[in-house]
């Protein structure tokens, strides 16, 4: 992003120079096969591809309202072709009421001995499945099998253990482990007319692939934040925005921003590996589509949604497995704060982006130019991490063994990069995505590490001038905390991909930095996303 300092005005005018001078959650996965083995540098990672997604989302009206048509199981009544594959749906329906348990809008409701029987087979075979399940709200626990076949439907095998519902959606793991053509069937088994629910069904396929490297897994789930004003000012911290808003100011006043939706939209079904960032509309939209495209799934947090954990929403955090906040602009609630530190302390990635920043939000920087609050509200983004790290009610003591310094700089790039043996350092510097090798800030801020507070905490840039391995003057670093993990870095700016609110002041640092061209920011962001999502 654009962040009107000198230097900054500078590399945009030697981009241009050079311009002149030479330019959701259901279906079925894109087809990715030139992607299953993702090369990173001399190695070869083995992608685990996630070959089917179908988690009921029908829009505003169900295909499937009864549970049953006369005659009883007949097949044309009880078919409905979901994500343009055809399923049955036999004494089962697909339904939004209070009482059904669901992932998102909607979710399968299965009564007495229904079934819900895929019509179609997956070619590649089948590694694993994972599915959640729930009794419906007000009746008792029910139980349910999965069932599958290699030959068409016309022979079916069970796959480990029946599954007792609860009343929460839980997720269920199945190890198929067959190669081919393989199709599913889920079985109500016991509990008569107590109904249960059944959401996102993820097959994972058993087609191989590379050697070596190590393997990434998909179908991990990714939810960026919009809800903090990370599209305030000339920001615009989202990975699409399809409506628009008022947006305060730093100035005063509000100006028109554009506003993200839940589901980004055209579907994420029609990315491929060729597909443009600019598919979708926003600052991040450059690194939502390469998650995509190596089998994951990303959703963003609207504005006026407020972060839970352990609450049994549509959107809590228990749903997705790394939270992605840039540059939030408005302070958590402690409510928000509590969740956030449940979520990583249970398992859960956070990653978080900072950007610059001076010793009070009333003055200037350094530079002579205004901190980074863009609404005006007297925090920016190093002071809402700070708070979350100071002031959260649960470790007050900075638990993730850093705090982020009030300055601003620039460093156009750092070479001083880690080159320890931490292995988790390793993943995120050199993993699928490529070698982080360079860094380089457009204005943002440092961290000073308290290994004291957080023996994990680890170091990955520092600018050139701090000593390697060192406390002081941290541009990106990792953390472990409970069974969970944090990457932070100091500026928004590696991020952004240039494309988004035309509104907007937005510069490429993704992977078009001028003029050097530090194309390891997208390496660094992708690999740190597949880390915090325990996928590599």
Same mark, same amino acid.
């Given at each position: 992003?654009?962040?009107?300092?000198?230097?900054?005005?500078?590399?945009?005018?030697?981009?241009?120079?050079?311009?002149?001078?030479?330019?959701?959650?259901?279906?079925?996965?894109?087809?990715?096969?030139?992607?299953?083995?993702?090369?990173?540098?001399?190695?070869?990672?083995?992608?685990?591809?996630?070959?089917?997604?179908?988690?009921?989302?029908?829009?505003?009206?169900?295909?499937?309202?009864?549970?049953?048509?006369?005659?009883?199981?007949?097949?044309?009544?009880?078919?409905? /072709?979901?994500?343009? +594959?055809?399923? =049955?749906?036999? !004494?089962?329906? @697909?339904?939004?009421? #209070?009482?059904?348990?669901?992932? %998102?809008?909607?979710?399968?409701?299965?009564?007495?001995?229904?079934?819900?029987?895929?019509?179609?087979?997956?070619?590649?075979?089948?590694?694993?499945?994972?599915?959640?399940?729930?009794?419906?709200?007000?009746?008792?626990?029910?139980?349910?099998?999965?069932?599958?076949?290699?030959?068409?439907?016309?022979?079916?095998?069970?796959?480990?253990?029946?599954?007792?519902?609860?009343?929460?959606?839980?997720?269920?793991?199945?190890?198929?482990?067959?190669?081919?053509?393989?199709?599913?069937?889920?079985?109500?088994? /016991?509990?008569?007319? +107590?109904?249960? =629910?059944?959401? !996102?069904?993820? @097959?994972?396929?058993? #087609?191989?692939?590379?050697?070596? %490297?190590?393997?990434?897994?998909?179908?991990?789930?990714?939810?960026?934040?919009?809800?903090?004003?990370?599209?305030?000012?000339?920001?615009?911290?989202?990975?699409?925005?399809?409506?628009?808003?008022?947006?305060?100011?730093?100035?005063?006043?509000?100006?028109?921003?554009?506003?993200?939706?839940?589901?980004?939209?055209?579907?994420?079904?029609?990315?491929?590996?060729?597909?443009?960032?600019?598919?979708?509309?926003?600052?991040?939209?450059?690194?939502?589509?390469?998650?995509?495209?190596?089998?994951?799934?990303?959703?963003?947090?609207?504005?006026?949604?407020?972060?839970?954990?352990?609450?049994?929403?549509?959107?809590?955090?228990?749903?997705?497995?790394?939270?992605?906040?840039?540059?939030?602009?408005?302070?958590?609630?402690?409510?928000?704060?509590?969740?956030?530190?449940?979520?990583?302390?249970?398992?859960?990635?956070?990653?978080?982006?900072?950007?610059?920043?001076?010793?009070?939000?009333?003055?200037?920087?350094?530079?002579?130019?205004?901190?980074?609050?863009?609404?005006?509200?007297?925090?920016?983004?190093?002071?809402?991490?700070?708070?979350?790290?100071?002031?959260?009610?649960?470790?007050?003591?900075?638990?993730?063994?850093?705090?982020?310094?009030?300055?601003?700089?620039?460093?156009?790039?750092?070479?001083?990069?880690?080159?320890?043996?931490?292995?988790?350092?390793?993943?995120?510097?050199?993993?699928?995505?490529?070698?982080?090798?360079?860094?380089?800030?457009?204005?943002?801020?440092?961290?000073?590490?308290?290994?004291?507070?957080?023996?994990?905490?680890?170091?990955?840039?520092?600018?050139?001038?701090?000593?390697?391995?060192?406390?002081?003057?941290?541009?990106?670093?990792?953390?472990?905390?409970?069974?969970?993990?944090?990457?932070?870095?100091?500026?928004?700016?590696?991020?952004?991909?240039?494309?988004?609110?035309?509104?907007?002041?937005?510069?490429?640092?993704?992977?078009?930095?001028?003029?050097?061209?530090?194309?390891?920011?997208?390496?660094?962001?992708?690999?740190?996303?597949?880390?915090?999502?325990?996928?590599?």
């Amino acid at each position: 992003m654009l962040k009107l300092t000198n230097l900054r005005m500078w590399v945009m005018a030697a981009a241009i120079t050079g311009m002149l001078a030479s330019c959701q959650k259901n279906g079925q996965m894109p087809a990715l096969k030139d992607a299953d083995q993702i090369s990173a540098g001399n190695k070869v990672i083995k992608t685990l591809a996630v070959s089917l997604t179908q988690g009921f989302e029908v829009g505003s009206t169900s295909p499937k309202t009864a549970y049953d048509v006369s005659p009883t199981g007949s097949s044309s009544g009880d078919n409905v /072709t979901l994500s343009g +594959n055809s399923w =049955n749906m036999y !004494d089962a329906l @697909i339904g939004n009421l #209070a009482a059904d348990q669901k992932a %998102g809008a909607w979710s399968a409701r299965v009564r007495n001995t229904g079934k819900i029987t895929m019509l179609f087979d997956v070619a590649n075979g089948i590694s694993t499945v994972t599915i959640k399940s729930a009794t419906y709200s007000g009746d008792s626990p029910s139980t349910w099998g999965l069932f599958y076949s290699t030959n068409g439907g016309s022979l079916w095998t069970q796959s480990g253990s029946a599954i007792t519902t609860t009343s929460a959606l839980t997720v269920s793991t199945f190890t198929v482990t067959q190669t081919g053509n393989v199709r599913l069937e889920i079985r109500k088994l /016991t509990g008569g007319s +107590n109904r249960i =629910n059944i959401d !996102d069904i993820t @097959i994972n396929d058993n #087609a191989g692939g590379g050697t070596g %490297g190590g393997t990434v897994l998909t179908g991990k789930k990714f939810l960026f934040d919009a809800s903090h004003l990370e599209n305030a000012g000339s920001a615009d911290w989202q990975i699409d925005a399809d409506g628009t808003e008022q947006v305060a100011i730093y100035t005063g006043g509000t100006t028109t921003e554009t506003k993200a939706q839940r589901i980004p939209t055209p579907s994420y079904t029609g990315i491929t590996s060729s597909t443009s960032e600019t598919y979708w509309k926003g600052a991040l939209s450059a690194w939502a589509v390469e998650l995509v495209k190596r089998g994951e799934l990303v959703e963003s947090l609207p504005v006026g949604t407020a972060i839970t954990y352990g609450g049994g929403g549509a959107q809590d955090l228990s749903n997705y497995d790394v939270f992605v906040v840039c540059e939030p602009n408005r302070l958590f609630t402690a409510a928000e704060k509590t969740a956030l530190m449940n979520f990583v302390a249970n398992g859960g990635g956070l990653f978080m982006i900072a950007d610059h920043t001076a010793a009070t939000t009333a003055g200037t920087d350094a530079n002579g130019y205004n901190p980074s609050d863009r609404d005006g509200d007297g925090y920016d983004s190093p002071r809402v991490w700070n708070d979350l790290m100071t002031n959260n009610g649960i470790n007050n003591n900075n638990p993730f063994g850093f705090n982020i310094n009030y300055v601003d700089i620039n460093e156009s790039p750092s070479t001083n990069v880690y080159t320890g043996s931490n292995a988790n350092a390793q993943k995120v510097l050199n993993g699928a995505a490529g070698t982080a090798s360079k860094m380089a800030f457009y204005d943002g801020s440092t961290a000073t590490l308290f290994p004291g507070n957080n023996s994990s905490v680890q170091g990955l840039f520092w600018r050139n001038s701090a000593t390697n391995g060192g406390n002081a003057n941290a541009m990106a670093l990792l953390a472990t905390y409970g069974s969970g993990r944090v990457v932070w870095i100091g500026d928004s700016s590696d991020a952004d991909d240039g494309t988004g609110d035309t509104g907007d002041s937005l510069f490429n640092g993704w992977s078009g930095d001028a003029p050097s061209g530090y194309t390891s920011h997208s390496a660094f962001h992708l690999n740190a996303s597949l880390w915090l999502a325990k996928a590599q």
